[in-house]
């Protein structure tokens, strides 16, 4: 199954909140006892860069400056984002990530630019390389929780059949847990673009349950 740089951005907002010092404080991150083991494919390697995309700040609301952050470099899991609260409970410090979430709230950890690591292919390539597939564009539904499950209408998607695509689909759900599924990628596109606060690619994954009659 191929996901468009548009419906992957789903994905990486459970990242977001599994790489959240709070989260890792609070127990609920599914990875907060897994520093410096692998939790996604080797072929994923999503970082923070301050000076890149529309999000771009030197300091964060606690007067931190930010800075460069490798998250996961090739799939294994290499440090959480915190504010000054947070990092000083956990021991590893602030990463200078700490924001308002609007005026007059405390400042929490929280991301602005999170960048996935592009492939080389170009979305036709991609589109090639599947046998037989679904290419998703649009979804409707809200992006999975913490949790990482998901269960999501396609709204726009295409039916590939021996590398061409042979018409739309219809009525089409996929569902899935996110760090399941991030074990399994095959392929990133080298079409990166952003997303709100993300920068991701077109991205092939193995096995994906899809139920619809179109």
Same mark, same amino acid.
């Given at each position: ?5 548009? +419906? ?9 909140? +599994? ?6 404080? =609070? ?6 006892? !897994?520093?410096? #083991?692998?939790?996604?494919? $080797? ?5 923070? =860069?301050?000076?890149? /995309?529309?999000? &771009?700040?030197?300091?964060?609301? =606690?007067?931190? $400056? ?13 440090? %959480? ?11 590893? /410090?602030?990463?200078?990530? @700490?924001? !308002? ?5 405390? $400042?929490?950890?929280?991301? %602005? ?11 036709? =390539?991609?589109?090639? &390389? ?28 295409? !039916? ?6 042979? /018409?739309?689909?219809?009525? #089409? ?16 596109? @080298? ?24």
């Amino acid at each position: 199954m191929l996901f468009t740089a548009k +419906a992957a951005d789903m994905l990486w907002g459970t990242l977001d909140a +599994a790489l959240n010092g709070k989260q890792v404080l =609070e127990g609920a991150s599914p990875w907060s006892d !897994r520093l410096n #083991t692998p939790v996604v494919s $080797p072929m994923l390697t999503l970082y923070q =860069e301050p000076d890149a /995309g529309p999000f &771009s700040c030197p300091f964060d609301d =606690e007067g931190i $400056p930010t800075r460069p952050i490798t998250f996961i470099q090739n799939g294994v899991l290499k440090l %959480f984002y915190t504010d000054l609260t947070t990092g000083r409970t956990l021991g590893s /410090g602030t990463t200078g990530n @700490g924001f !308002r979430t609007h005026l007059g709230s405390y $400042p929490t950890p929280g991301l %602005f630019n999170l960048l996935l690591q592009p492939g080389k292919s170009f979305l036709t =390539e991609l589109i090639q &390389s599947l046998d037989r597939g679904l290419i998703v564009d649009q979804m409707l539904g809200e992006s999975a929780g913490i949790s990482g499950d998901f269960s999501i209408n396609v709204d726009l998607g295409y !039916r590939v059949e021996k590398g061409e695509i042979v /018409g739309r689909v219809k009525n #089409t759900m996929v569902a899935g847990n996110v760090y399941t599924v991030l074990k399994q990628v095959i392929e990133l596109g @080298g079409d990166a673009s952003w997303n709100g606060y993300c920068y991701t690619p077109s991205i092939i994954l193995e096995e994906l349950s899809v139920t619809g009659n179109g």
